[in-house]
């Protein structure tokens, strides 16, 4: 079974703050994506990356960036944390041969105060 | 501008009740559109992929189906534990050929009354 996990479900920050947002797979994926889902809008990417130091902009990248130093663990970083940064992220990974699906973790919720 | 609509927004059915979802695409260049199940307050959990259209999959109650614009999810004889909202995705081919995200509907909130 696939296992992506992510290293907290809910978290408190404030304005301002810097926030990580830890991701590990299991499964030996190349690439991995990091997403934010809010009512009205469904899933957005923000990241994604497609190798160990690759990373590439989604749709929305503005006030996040990434970091992939280890094949396994893929991290989201929120440089300087706003209320509009209150969301639900999902981290999510995929193998580059064979099956194009995604496989998610449980998610993050972020409330930033 | 690559869009995927999801309707109705919302369905409440009895159990027993046998209804389908609809996902449609406008879209250049489909690599492949996907189905995903997600419970409340939980990641979105794999359900089927489809490639090309006439395309069908099953699973239990679960029918998927894609034609050239639009994909069914067919649920025949849903129970309580059906309920959840159901997201359509589609994955799009890319000149170079690398990675890239999906890009989902806004999902269908299903409830499956006893």
């Known amino acids: 079974d696939v296992k992506v996990t992510q290293s907290s479900r809910y978290l408190v920050k404030r304005t301002g703050e810097k926030v990580f947002l830890e991701c590990v797979q299991d499964?030996?994926?190349?690439?991995m994506f990091w997403y934010r889902q809010d009512p009205g809008l469904g899933l957005r990417l923000i990241y994604f990356?497609?190798?160990?130091?690759?990373?590439e902009k989604g749709d929305i990248p503005e006030g996040y960036s990434v970091s992939r130093e280890k094949k396994e663990r893929f991290s989201l970083i929120l440089e300087s944390a706003s209320t509009n940064q209150t969301s639900m992220y999902l981290c999510?990974?995929?193998?580059?041969?064979?099956?194009?699906?995604?496989?998610f973790g449980p998610g993050t919720r972020l409330t930033v105060l | 501008e690559d869009q995927v609509t999801q309707s109705p927004e919302a369905l409440r059915l009895q159990e027993g009740e046998s209804s389908s979802l609809n996902c449609s695409y406008t879209v250049s260049g489909l690599r492949g559109l996907f189905w995903y199940r997600q419970d409340p307050g939980k990641g979105p959990e794999f359900l089927f992929t489809l490639y090309s259209a006439g395309e069908e999959k099953e699973k239990e109650r679960l029918k998927a189906t894609l034609t050239k614009k639009e994909s069914f999810l067919h649920i025949t004889a849903p129970k309580p534990e059906d309920s959840a909202t159901y997201l359509c995705?589609?994955?799009?081919?890319?000149?170079?050929?690398?990675?890239?995200?999906?890009?989902f509907g806004k999902g269908t909130h299903l409830i499956i009354q006893p």
């Open positions: 990356s497609y190798d160990v130091k690759m990373k």
């Open positions: 999510a990974s995929r193998s580059q041969v064979g099956t194009d699906t995604q496989y």
């Open positions: 499964m030996d994926h190349e690439n």
């Open positions: 995705a589609v994955r799009l081919r890319t000149p170079g050929g690398g990675a890239d995200g999906l890009t």
